[in-house]
């Protein structure tokens, strides 16, 4: 896997603590956990949406 999902391996969701279930929506800009269903925006540095 490469680009920006990539980095997502092996990262926590912060609500349920369950590994590897984050997953990238580019459509919707989203960034969410499988598991629980909470889910945050993706910005870039400068505060667009990526």
């Not at 990539?6 to 919707?28: A, E, K, P, Q």
């Not at 598991?35 to 870039?44: I, K, P």
């Amino acid at each position: 896997m490469t680009g920006l999902g990539h980095f997502l391996d092996g990262l926590r969701c912060s609500v349920c603590r369950t590994i590897n279930t984050l997953w990238l929506d580019t459509t919707r800009a989203l960034v969410e956990c499988r598991e629980c269903g909470q889910f945050a925006h993706v910005t870039t540095d400068d505060g667009r949406t990526a």
